[in-house]
């Protein structure tokens, strides 16, 4: 009777063990369908559940990415060489870059050897300057203030914005109402230029 009674126990105690190890792994798969499928996809990318899933993160930068930002190049009134600004346009952000075109060096010396000989000067070759800002500012028409920005005096939080290439512009500015700041290095000389981005339809 001792010997049916264990095996018994033993059969029950092999049941039991069965049915606690099902058990188990029944719970650890119910607990891996309930893992965020966002954090399964950035631990294991390769995994096939995350075949073509973008997480809301990268869904954000690529809208981002799709929005192309609007380029402005504006030729300033001055005279030679040529000034130019280049004007990058995304969302709020505002980059500025100041750059001149001038007759290369090469030009310089070619023509004026061919000027002995030939009457007729060769074209001219151009080369591009970029002077990289160190400050910029922008001035909005509804500014308080009525002279230019100084940009060696410190500024309000709201009027004028500054800062070192890129301005962030606060919700309902124009950057077509105000006035634009650069101030860069050219060479050993700290120079200044402002100017204002004409309307569209000028």
């Known amino acids: 009777m001792t010997v049916i009674l264990a095996k018994k126990l033993g059969r029950l105690a092999v049941v039991m063990t069965a049915a606690v190890l099902i058990n188990g792994m029944m719970r650890s798969h119910a ?3 309930e893992v965020d499928l966002d954090t399964l996809c950035q631990s294991f990318p390769l995994n096939s559940r995350c075949q073509g899933y973008s997480s809301p993160a990268q869904a954000e930068d690529a809208a981002a990415a799709d929005q192309t930002p609007e380029i402005i190049k504006l030729k300033l009134s001055r005279s030679s060489p040529s000034e130019w600004v280049r004007i990058e346009v995304s969302g709020k ?5 100041h750059t001149t075109r001038g007759v290369s060096g090469f030009s310089r010396v070619t023509n004026g050897i061919l000027g002995i000989v030939s009457p007729v000067p060769l074209p001219n070759f151009y080369r591009w300057d970029d ?3 160190s400050r910029v500012v922008f001035k909005p028409d509804s500014c308080l203030e009525n002279s230019a920005p100084q940009i ?3 500024s309000s939080p709201t009027c004028p914005i500054t800062g070192t290439d890129t301005v962030i512009l606060t919700q309902g500015m124009d950057i077509r109402r105000g006035l634009f700041t650069i ?3 050219d060479g050993n000389l700290l120079k200044s230029v402002t100017f204002r981005i ?3 339809n000028s």
């Open 31 to 33: 607990h891996a369908q």
């Open 152 to 154: 060696s005096q410190p």
């Open 93 to 97: 952000a505002v980059k500025l870059l």
């Open 131 to 133: 002077h990289p800002p």
């Open 198 to 200: 004409p309307a569209q």
């Open 183 to 185: 101030e860069y290095a």
